[in-house]
């Protein structure tokens, strides 16, 4: 069975400054897709970026960047220039191929807190 | 969010008593799933289903069930609610292949 694994519960970050999150997983597959979704006190869950394993080239979404590392299995985000409103908490998820249902399974979350 | 809604958004109830959760999707998604999220877990796969009336079970479908007899609504049903299903519940839809993944914005239930 596929893992994730995020192992900073808490990081903080000065505006305007960046911060990187960890995760790193555990599968067997060749073929998945990985993303990381944000969660503000709102409770709404926001995609911030995905990336799909047969790419070698590292997804962008502005500010926020990814560093795959297929063999590693390892999958970090990136904030740059951070801003008061990235703070929330961050989840880290592998998605298993639709063969098995297209679950999504989560890491444990990183709250990020940004200081002015 | 748009195309999504769970209900209700919060309830109490007491332990020992049934409680079944709503999802209703208006996107004709074929796959919804439902999720519990607890402080140090993240979010945990409870059931899911990938068509009418077609369900599986996730990594702590323990002491919950689900309906779905219609493709827009997916039904979470704790039979007789204890203190350790107090969590926020998630529902979410999938067209599948490459398309993402809409949540509902979520239900806090406490059980007391």
């Known amino acids: 069975a596929q893992t994730v694994t995020q192992s900073q519960p808490e990081m903080s970050v000065q505006e305007a400054e960046t911060v990187t999150l960890s995760c790193t997983y555990d599968t067997s597959e060749s073929d998945y897709y990985l993303f990381w979704y944000k969660q503000p006190p709102s409770r709404q869950m926001i995609l911030v970026i995905r990336q799909e394993a047969y790419k070698q080239q590292n997804a962008t979404e502005n500010r926020f960047s990814v560093n795959f590392q297929k063999a590693a299995k390892s999958f970090s985000l990136k904030i740059s220039d951070s801003q008061l409103g990235d703070a929330a908490m961050y989840f880290c998820a592998y998605r298993s191929d639709y063969n098995q249902g297209g679950k999504l399974i989560f890491g444990q979350g990183t709250e990020l807190s940004v200081k002015p | 969010d748009a195309g999504i809604t769970q209900s209700p958004r919060h309830k109490v109830t007491e332990t020992g008593t049934p409680v079944t959760l709503r999802c209703h999707q208006t996107e004709n998604h074929r796959y919804m799933y439902w999720y519990r999220q607890d402080p140090g877990h993240g979010l945990r796969l409870i059931h899911y289903s990938y068509g009418v009336k077609d369900t599986d079970k996730g990594e702590v479908s323990d002491g919950y069930s689900v309906s779905r007899s219609k493709t827009e609504d997916f039904l979470l049903t704790l039979e007789s609610a204890t203190s350790s299903q107090t969590s926020v519940y998630f529902c979410?839809?999938?067209?599948?292949?490459?398309?993402?993944?809409?949540f509902g914005s979520g239900t806090r239930l406490t059980v007391v």
């Open positions: 979410a839809i999938s067209a599948g292949g490459d398309s993402g993944y809409t």
